[in-house]
């Protein structure tokens, strides 16, 4: 199989984007397998780029420039973008012509590749065999991601889980047929077990950042805050934040908010804003927090996906405590990888105390090996193209 990696320049999902070292932001790549691990002798991949997109240049702006224009700087962002995360062009063609795509399986994150004019894009995507886009963030501009992406041919949808029967993605995404992809995030090497369960502080830590949506932009949230009538994507953790005070004989918690919302609105404060995006969350050394702790809750996306810190918190030997919907699709039982609660947070200390020493280290010696056999890098990696590679059969 044949898989072409679209734009990955312009996001931080597989690799470092040109622009986050100018603003000293941490790369997550939470995707990065489909740029780093080695595949079968059956399998290639190339990154494609069609100078519609840019790292440093809104959507919005960028499509308005002329062509040779976007071409230069497409070309000097790839450029970056290859030396930045050090691409090894032996196993990885790097190539901006269409013709390069024909029999190839096409992926790409729907954050920014489905929006633009994607009708002068169509010659691109008419040439693959099928075009698969990740819905990662589809709650930004959701209703212009779902336009754009019911003109798209041979169509298949992916999430971190299995999102179909969120009302969110039913409200916006009724025209959707084909099955529905789960090809999920990986866990990083270093968040392994230190210390067992039994030598753990006997409380929950919670972990994640959370928007103050009413000091974000409003245009691409228009959908999401007219359906939910809330101003965060992750309730669960904005709660916690807000009552860390009042649990805090069960809880600690080390949510922190996403950007510095108190920053002056100048240019000096606007530069702030972007440079310490996620800064209070990292300076934790989340392995250690999580070893730390017997019980982790990492509040799902409300839109329908979780976040990658829960299979992070399973790995470091947590008892992930988790809303059940969330995880759709991933094969996690309740009651065996995790202990299931429906998102109000006052039940947790009860389960805190009803939970006993065997439940605790069965449920936690349970999730680590699940993780470890499913959710590394190379296990994942696998599982991606097995998925990929089957849908030339249905």
């Known amino acids: 199989m044949k898989l072409a990696l679209y734009n990955p320049h312009i996001d931080d999902f597989l690799a470092c984007p040109p622009h986050f070292p100018i603003l000293r932001r941490r790369a ?27 790292a440093f240049i809104p959507v919005s702006l960028f499509g308005r420039l002329p062509y040779f224009i976007r071409k230069i700087v497409a070309e000097i962002e790839m450029f970056f973008w290859i030396r930045i995360n050090k691409v090894d062009r032996k196993t990885i063609s790097v190539t901006s012509d269409p013709k390069d795509l024909k029999g190839a399986v096409l992926f790409a994150m729907s954050y920014k590749c489905a929006l633009g004019d994607i009708d002068r894009r169509m010659s691109v995507f008419a040439t693959t065999q099928f075009n698969i886009f990740h819905l990662s963030h589809y709650f930004l501009n959701t209703r212009k991601k779902s336009e754009n992406l019911s003109k798209i041919p041979n169509l298949f949808l992916a999430g971190d889980s299995d999102i179909t029967d969120n009302k969110y993605f039913q409200k916006h995404f009724q025209w959707y047929k084909n099955r529905f992809l789960v090809l999920p995030f990986a866990v990083q090497d270093r968040f392994v077990q230190k210390e067992p369960i039994g030598k753990k502080i006997n409380k929950c830590v919670a972990t994640g950042t959370f928007h103050r949506l009413d000091q974000e932009a409003t245009a691409q949230l228009k959908e999401f805050t007219e359906f939910y009538a809330i101003d965060t994507y992750h309730p669960v953790r904005k709660a916690i934040y807000n009552s860390r005070n009042k649990y805090k004989e069960h809880f600690d918690c080390k949510v922190s908010l996403f950007r510095d919302y108190e920053a002056k609105k100048n240019l000096g404060g606007l530069i702030k804003r972007f440079q310490v995006s996620q800064k209070g969350y990292f300076k934790n050394d989340i392995v250690e927090v999580y070893n730390s702790y017997s019980y982790a809750v990492v509040g799902e996306e409300i839109t329908g996906f979780p976040g990658i810190g829960s299979f992070e918190a399973m790995a470091c030997g947590c008892v992930l405590i988790a809303v059940p919907e969330y995880y759709i699709g991933l094969g996690l039982k309740s009651g065996e990888h995790f202990i299931c609660y429906n998102g109000d947070i006052s039940l947790i200390p009860g389960i805190l105390e009803k939970t006993d020493d065997i439940t605790r280290r069965y449920i936690s010696e349970n999730a680590m090996r699940y993780v470890n056999e499913k959710f590394r890098s190379k296990g994942v990696c696998f599982n991606w193209f097995h998925v990929v590679s089957g849908l030339s059969n249905q």
């Open 28 to 54: 997550l790549k939470k995707y990065g397998f489909l740029i780093e691990e080695k595949l079968d002798k059956s399998d290639t991949r190339i990154v494609f780029y069609d100078s519609s997109l840019s």
